[in-house]
């Protein structure tokens, strides 16, 4: 039985991410719990998988990604004019808000409003992280086998994975 990070493994990370002039984006470093994800079903950036691989608890890892192996350059075919009728009535829409929809294939694609008009309303479906290089500071914190149940269900159970 081996405790290396590899597919088929439950893998705890402490990570902090920082853009190019080391401004901190996100941590669970603060108080958080590690978070838990199977590793190779994609939870993770490709590239963080793959910059963990092999490694083992209590190692540190440091990645430097650009915006394509990250979440892709910003596209401008992604800022969209919607017509204001399609939104209820009754939502205040404001510029910077965030909001979801559900695309015909059931993922849920994330927007930010630009611009609200009487006719149209501008959103952003581009990543907030598009276009951006990313730093990664990572510690593994653990590594064990998954569950018959976790591979079944392609996601980590318990502290800090999915709980059902």
Not at 45 to 63: C, I, M, R, S, Y
Not at 67 to 87: M, N, P
Not at 105 to 121: C, P
Request: aromatic share 4%; net charge negative; charged share 25%.
């Amino acid at each position: 039985m081996s405790h290396t990070v590899a597919p088929g493994k439950i893998v705890g990370i402490y990570y902090t991410l920082k853009d190019d002039e080391g401004n901190v984006l996100d941590t669970n470093r603060k108080g958080g719990k590690p978070l838990a994800y199977l590793h190779g079903k994609g939870a993770l950036l490709p590239a963080v998988e793959a910059g963990l691989e092999g490694k083992a608890k209590n190692d540190f890892v440091q990645l430097a990604l650009d915006a394509s192996q990250g979440y892709g350059e910003r596209r401008a075919d992604l800022i969209r004019q919607v017509e204001r009728k399609l939104f209820p009535p009754s939502q205040a829409l404001a510029p910077g808000m965030r909001m979801n929809r559900q695309l015909p294939d059931g993922r849920v694609a994330g927007a930010i409003v630009l611009e609200v008009g009487d006719e149209h309303v501008t959103v952003d479906e581009n990543h907030p992280l598009a276009g951006l290089a990313l730093r990664f500071e990572i510690t593994v914190c653990g590594v064990r086998d998954a569950t018959a149940e976790e591979v079944a269900h392609g996601h980590a159970h318990g502290a800090g994975g999915h709980q059902h």
